[in-house]
């Protein structure tokens, strides 16, 4: 008897049990289907289109890895004369730079010129790459003439070769010029070059006037080029405000493209250089003529004297990876026959160098 009880009490407790489960499947249930009906339908739901990688919307990136990091240096620069699309006018454009395009920080040094790392090895190396052009220009242009000119002038000299593009930018008048200088007189390849129809700046820090406008196609700014960005909590930056770096100044007017570099910059050109590899600006740039000085290690540039030599030919080959090419040479004996304080290497203190971007069409 008391067996039959505790199986009827067991079974009543099963059925109540599921009882209760029952009422909870069915509550859930009621309640999913209330909730889903109360959404909005798919149909009724705005149209996102996919987004394309790189554009911004509401000013963020879709990808994270495409915002650029604070130290990144992005130039967003202004369309130029050739019209709202941003190409410039004539047969050389420069496509725009990859701005998502990783920032390099130094320049890939090249191995040692030898296994004792001596300045030998390096100095020999050197400037035997120095005093050999690579390439041959049939028509070499000095100091924008075409007739042999002074002794005492110095011969910036520019290819006007037909395989490259700066005889027709000249002859349609679609030539620009940027010369860097540090109170250098000498004017005559400037001044020829604008008579002869190409768009000339001149930046000079030591002029009276922020600008000067010569003639038709001259213009002489107060401005100096430098490697670094000018730091205005630093005295010194504020005492040289008229200081800026190459792309800051190509931003600022505008200019996506320079046909000739022409740059006497008094041992800073190292370093100036370096800049604009490692910024992609040399990538914008169609002949450079440099003068470059050898006694000593110039502005900023550290380390015995086989490394410095080392950082001059890797800078050199940097170019070479660009796609420059060195196609003339001068060594000016009217200077010190010195190479890093040293009467060695039967090296002159001073050299000009013209280079011409073969990828320039």
């Known amino acids: 008897m008391l067996a039959r009880e505790v199986r009827l009490r067991w079974r009543a407790c099963t059925l109540r ?70 190409r410039p006018a004539g047969n050389s454009y420069v496509p725009r730079r990859d701005v998502l395009k990783p920032v390099r920080w130094h320049i890939d040094l090249q191995p040692w010129a030898g296994p004792s790392h001596s300045l030998n090895e390096e100095a020999t190396r050197f400037l035997k790459y ?64 604008a008579s002869g129809g190409c768009e000339v700046h001149r930046f000079d820090p030591s002029i009276g006037s922020a600008h000067i406008h010569e003639g038709e196609r001259l213009w002489h700014h107060r401005l100096s080029v430098d490697w670094r960005d000018p730091n205005p909590a630093i005295a010194t930056h504020r005492l040289h405000s008229n200081t800026k770096k190459l792309g800051a100044i190509l931003n600022e007017f505008g200019h996506w493209k320079i046909d000739i570099l022409k740059a006497d910059m008094e041992s800073a050109e190292w370093k100036i250089l370096e800049n604009l590899i490692l910024e992609g600006i040399v990538e914008q740039i169609g002949q450079l003529v440099v003068e470059i000085h050898l006694h000593w290690p110039g502005f900023e540039v550290s380390g015995n004297d086989s490394t410095v030599v080392r950082f001059w030919y890797s800078l050199f080959k940097e170019l070479e990876r660009k796609d420059f090419r060195l196609f003339y040479t001068y060594k000016d004996l009217s200077k010190p026959q010195m190479f890093l304080k040293k009467e060695a290497f039967n090296a002159s203190s001073c050299y000009i160098l013209s280079w011409v971007n073969t990828r320039w069409s």
């Open 130 to 193: 120095i005093s050999q052009p690579q390439i041959i220009c049939s028509r070499l242009v000095t100091n924008g003439l075409t007739e042999k000119t002074e002794d005492s002038v110095k011969p910036w000299t520019v290819c006007l070769d037909s395989k490259f593009s700066l005889a027709y930018q000249i002859r349609n008048k679609q030539c620009r010029i940027y010369s860097l200088g540090l109170g250098e007189d000498d004017s005559i390849f400037e001044v020829n070059m």
């Open 17 to 86: 049990l599921l009882v209760l489960c029952l009422a909870f499947v069915l509550c859930t249930h009621f309640m999913a289907e209330l909730r889903r009906k109360s959404w909005p339908q798919d149909d009724l739901l705005p149209k996102v289109p996919p987004r394309e990688p790189g554009i911004f919307i509401d000013g963020h990136n879709r990808r994270a890895e495409e915002v650029p990091s604070k130290r990144q240096v992005i130039y967003v620069r202004r369309s130029s004369r050739g019209g709202s699309s941003g």
